[in-house]
């Protein structure tokens, strides 16, 4: 069996370049997926977190409900709910835009962002609960003391302490969200995983193709590795782990 490990170099058959092109295309809009979808999962989940620490019942149970939804339900089962829920959820202009005014590509990459971000935020919430619920409770006692409100203390002093101790673990998120992009492929989004058919159609060169998307999704999740653990470094507060 002989390996043709050059055809990532070979002309493709539209005359758009070479297939290193279709395999950069899919890695930036793999990127662009976790990037959308991190940032819906981290606002959205530091929310629910912050709810499950407050001493109102109503937000609590909220905040439990929201975690216990989207935690439990498999990924690709939501991604599919949100294939088929999300133009009926949309009305009028709103829907017909969606519908015909955006390419496939686009609408797909808006629904998968979407259930990639609401499955990440329910994992995210439970991190930021935890962040919060080990600082020392001197240190909101301190902020009440010192004037500042319920929402100033988690602003200024709660939150930039929390986010500090649940640094790993939310680097371990950012990695999962990159991988977990690939489930978007069976909605029909072009990322990383569904250039691999793309390329094989033309070439036929299975194991070579996914030896190249293997390396890619690798160098991504070192690069995410390399600066959350710069970011962690800079951050890092002198006895972080002890308090009043």
């Known amino acids: 069996m002989s390996f043709n490990w050059t055809l990532f170099f070979e002309p493709t058959p539209y005359g ?3 297939y290193l092109n279709w395999l950069l295309d899919g890695i930036f809009v793999t ?5 959308t979808a991190w ?3 981290f ?5 629910v977190g912050i709810c499950r620490t407050l001493d109102n019942e109503p937000l609590r149970k909220f905040a439990i409900s929201y975690i216990q939804l989207f935690r439990n339900i498999p990924l690709l089962v939501q991604m599919f709910l949100w294939y088929m829920l999300f133009p009926e959820i949309l009305t009028g202009s709103l829907k017909t835009w969606f519908v015909s005014g955006l390419s496939p590509n686009i609408s797909s990459f808006i629904i998968a962002a979407t259930a990639l971000g609401l499955f990440t935020s329910a994992r995210i919430a439970e991190q ?3 962040g919060i619920q080990t600082l020392p409770k001197g240190q909101r006692y301190a902020a009440i003391a010192l004037g500042l409100t319920n929402r100033q203390a988690y602003t200024y002093i709660l939150l ?8 790993p673990p939310l680097t371990s998120e950012m990695t999962n969200i990159i991988k977990n992009s690939s489930v978007a492929s069976t909605i029909g989004l072009i990322d990383l995983i569904g250039q691999i058919d793309r390329i094989n159609e033309s070439t036929n060169s299975i194991v070579e193709i996914l030896c190249g998307v293997t390396i890619a999704f690798m160098l991504i999740n070192y690069a995410v590795l390399t600066i959350m653990h710069l970011v962690e470094k800079y951050t890092r507060l002198p006895n972080m782990n002890h308090g009043g």
């Open 16 to 18: 758009d370049g070479i």
């Open 31 to 35: 990127v662009s997926l976790a990037v």
């Open 160 to 167: 930039p302490n929390a986010y500090r101790r649940i640094i």
């Open 39 to 41: 940032i819906i999962a």
């Open 43 to 47: 606002v959205l989940g530091s929310l």
């Open 128 to 130: 930021v609960r935890t």
